[in-house]
């Protein structure tokens, strides 16, 4: 049985190296978040992009972030903790140049940690619906960054949508291309 995870992964890390040496058909980038909500937390994560040719010659890009007030505000302190589980997909604007312009829509999950059997009437989690724009810059070297701003569609009141899900929010992503 190990014989064949070990083929598997050899298997993996030879195409991995032929892909490389290959001219790149997708790109992937891992790399770090930093989102602030207007008025309210910063939140930090990770996050992941994909864009491939078959995705209209890497025009769209499939993301996925994964942002939360414990890495951020939330970190040593009684803010009250809550996690974004987000996929999304953008539309690059000069997909071949180091500058891009970015539109783009999300989806996920947003959860809320009260920490309190007290606050067990309110609200913990609600769908996340979201549209952003921004800018994006590929260095020369494998890193790129980009800034967007955003407007969560779906809005806390307190009552059936949690109250500390603010309309606009800035997000700064570091990313290293791999």
Not at 79 to 99: E, P, T, Y
Not at 109 to 120: A, K, M, P, T
């Amino acid at each position: 049985m190990k014989k064949k995870h070990y083929l598997l992964i050899l298997f993996f890390v030879i195409t991995a190296a032929m892909s490389a040496q290959d001219d790149k058909k997708y790109d992937l980038r891992l790399g770090l978040v930093f989102q602030k909500t207007e008025g309210l937390y910063w939140e930090n994560g990770i996050a992941a992009d994909v864009s491939s040719n078959y995705l209209l010659n890497k025009k769209i890009h499939l993301k996925f972030n994964y942002l939360s007030s414990r890495l951020g505000s939330g970190f040593g302190t009684n803010a009250i903790m809550q996690d974004n589980f987000i996929l999304g997909a953008d539309w690059r604007f000069r997909a071949q140049k180091s500058f891009q312009v970015m539109a783009g829509l999300n989806t996920g999950i947003f959860l809320v940690d009260y920490e309190s059997d007290l606050f067990d009437v309110l609200p913990r989690s609600t769908m996340l619906f979201a549209a952003e724009t921004g800018i994006f810059y590929q260095f020369k070297f494998p890193v790129s960054a980009g800034m967007v701003v955003g407007y969560n569609l779906i809005n806390g009141n307190g009552v059936n949508v949690p109250g500390t899900l603010f309309p606009v929010y800035y997000r700064l992503s570091v990313f290293y291309n791999l």
